[in-house]
């Protein structure tokens, strides 16, 4: 199976039902679209309606669905680009993002909107990301 053998480092540190949601949805789109960006964005979507980005891996989502604005539309990260919030459930409640925050380690997470926690997460996931990469 090629997704296997392009399983993104952050998954290879995941759960093994993420890194199959991956994999499986993977393999699909590049029977149906070919090799390439739109095979690993339709992957991505998938894993997003499951799992969330937490630091430098994916965890289980405690409600499954649409991570944010661009996974929730029909279809749309297959055929186009578009912001993401990276895997941060940006549909969650705002105390499950601060529960995050805290995991995370973020300063200032208390005083900061929804919006504010999301892009926090995102930066700090990134960082989380890159430390366990080298």
């Known amino acids: 199976m090629p997704g296997e053998q392009e399983l993104p480092s952050t998954l290879k540190r995941s759960p093994q039902k993420a890194q199959r949601t991956w994999t499986e949805a993977h393999d ?9 960006e ?15 980005k937490v630091g430098d891996h ?8 649409p991570s944010d604005a661009q ?11 578009g912001p993401t919030a990276e895997g941060v459930d940006a549909n969650a409640s705002k105390e499950h993002l601060l529960g995050i925050a805290r995991r995370l380690d973020i ?5 900061m909107t ?9 930066h700090a996931n990134r960082r989380e990301t890159r430390k366990a990469r080298s």
């Open 38 to 52: 739109r095979a690993h964005r339709t992957a991505f979507s998938a894993l997003k309606h499951d799992f969330e």
């Open 71 to 81: 996974a929730s539309k029909e279809g749309a990260p297959a055929r186009r680009g």
């Open 107 to 111: 300063s200032g997470r208390s005083r």
């Open 58 to 65: 994916w965890e289980p989502k405690e409600e499954k669905g």
């Open 114 to 122: 929804k919006d504010e926690l999301v892009d926090a997460i995102e």
């Open 28 to 36: 699909a789109a590049v029977e149906e679209y070919g090799e390439g």
